[in-house]
């Protein structure tokens, strides 16, 4: 067998993205805004002068352009063009189709209230032979659920309400950013404790217009332990994000070794 039939028999076999995001509500309109998605950097000055420069930039750009149907050496600007013609829906399902993805396991808790919905997704992918997975986030949830409950007790009743039958829910995983925002060094925190610390919160909160984000170490790793508790009998799969992640990371607080 050549290289080339091999290629066309893996070509065949459906893949599962075990680790995704859905699409933004907002297009796409300029360069600068569409190199935002290379890099996990919010500087300004790595999307103007450094991600082009990058080996996944340009390879990325060659794949892209293939996958819209063009030839010849990409332009960005009809690549703008081809994918605001396709619309989300579109580009999703051509996306799909081209990578022969046979499920995705999506993550709904990052950039949430910019983003499609499960039901959109479900909605993009109708008769397509890909179910999509909704995968909860543990601490963006969690926050949600601090806005709506600014009293420790009425929280943590939803939030243990929140995590039971969370496959009558629809929910396939469970997902925590617990290295992210505070650490892998999980340590027994007690309920009064955990009380305390949420006071703290949202009384600080109180004081700013900013949305809420969880980094309490008390609090998160209360949380986190409550809730394996919870799901530990229910059969889910619980996914520990590690490493490089939000900006703000201390990679050794990260490290899951």
Known sequence: MGNSDFTLKLNEIPVIDNHCHPPLKS??????????????????????SHVQNT?????????????????????????????????????????????????MIVDFGYQADDSHSVDDMRGMLQGLDCPCLYVLRLETRAEQLMIANPDFDRFMTAFVLEFTNLRVKGVAALKSIIAYRSGLDIQPTTESQAAEAFNEVMASQKQTEIPLRLTSKTLLDYLIVEALNIVSTQNIPVQFHTALGDTDVDLLKANPL
């Open 27 to 48: 297009s796409i309109e300029t360069e600068s805004e569409f190199k935002r998605f290379f890099t996990e950097s919010f500087d300004p000055r790595i999307v103007s």
């Open 55 to 103: 080996l996944f930039y340009p390879q990325s750009l060659r794949d892209i352009n293939a996958m819209l149907g063009r030839g010849g050496e990409p332009n960005i600007e009809a690549i703008l063009t081809e994918r605001n013609l396709l619309g989300t829906a579109g580009l999703v399902r051509r996306i799909v189709q081209r990578a022969n993805i046979g499920g």
